[in-house]
């Protein structure tokens, strides 16, 4: 028997869908029986994995709004995640979890600061929920720049995952992990998954009985000799894509001695196997778009129609992005205040670790009257809905009237009513006037068109 090991990865996520002005999940008639979407791929996916023990047997990333979302309406099954991976890690000395940058950014698209940002959210609520640093990070999208990878080195992640086609060099280590050498003069390791088999699981899955058959057909060629096969795949295909799928994956876990693999994870096979070889990234690559990034830039063929509202609101949102942090910055450093560690440290309110006068009084900032510490949260608030805007959901699909460009639209009204609370500065006539730029190629609607029915439910 030769050293095969298999891994899956699961990548578990859902597309934020709470109103930014309610905090709750409208009801969504399409989800019946459930009331909404999260609700049902719960009761399809997320409680049978869990239930099942299976979060403790492959590799996984949970998104933020999923956590967040399980944690406060299905707390059983999100316990039993969380008590999985620690208990992974008692076991073997390292998580079988993956961080995730906070907000399901396209981090390439993003400026330095604010990959810096959803880098360090997204290592901070890992390790909030999960209680131990995240050796690993999964890019949403698998987007990748040389920029991107630098900070994750920098800030102390030595792993992530590239499909195949975002890679080029000697792939003779099947799914790695190999060693990638970055302009900062930093490294960091790439696995990398296998596409064909990734995808022969994800959309030819076969039904439980002929499990045997696909793992001969499948696997057994593979493990002729050593090495990693990295199956990854959206976690949600494992019963609501698939009905099937969690009793498939309980084959596959169960049946890995007939067929010649063992199990394992990727921050245990890298302990086990060190970084070798040398790979080169294939810059501004994602694995859901083969236009380099114009399904979240530009638009392109990925999604039919006119998507041309994609550049549009794009440079909405940055203009608003660009603005927003022009006022707190100022607002930021008049008050004594280093604007971008702060914000970086923020996550600490959102995670409900610290209130946030207590947060202020801890950057050196105790001195502020009970006025400029409220100005400064909001500032600090604002900031957050400004990062929300840019969940890769906004451009995923192909129309604008949907609820998630609607949701990045609400979180710039959000984000711009906090600040002129803060400070009387009003930036929506300009975002206004970039908005409508963007229209639904179905209804015909603008995106101003939507930013003004939003606008009373932001009156705070
Ligand atoms: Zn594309």
Redesign the pocket.
Known sequence: MTDCYLCIHGHFYQPPRVDPFTGRIPREPDAAPYANWNERIAAECYTPLAEASYFGRISFNLGGTLARWLDENAHDTYARIVAAERGYLEANGVGNGLAQPVHHTILPLARRRDKICQIRWGIASFTHRFGHWPEGMWLPEMAVDFETLEVMAEEGIRFTILSDEQVQGDLDAGGGPYRVRLPNRKEMAIFVRDRHLSNALSFAMPNPADVDKWLQQQIEWRCLRDGLALITTDGETFGHHHRQGVKVLGRVLARRKAHGYRMTTLGLYMRQNPPRGALEVIENTAWS???RL??WAVG???TPGDSRWKGALRRALDNLASDLDGVYVQEARRLGADPWPLRDDYIAVVLGQVDGPAFVAGHGLGHLGDEQTRRLLALLEAQFYRQRMYASCTYFFDDLDRHEPRYAIANGVRALALTRYATGDDLAHGFRRDLQVATSQKTGQTAAEMFDGMLEKAEI
Do not use: E, G, L, S
Request: aromatic share 0%.
């Open positions: 778009c083969a236009h114009d399904r392109c063929a990925c």
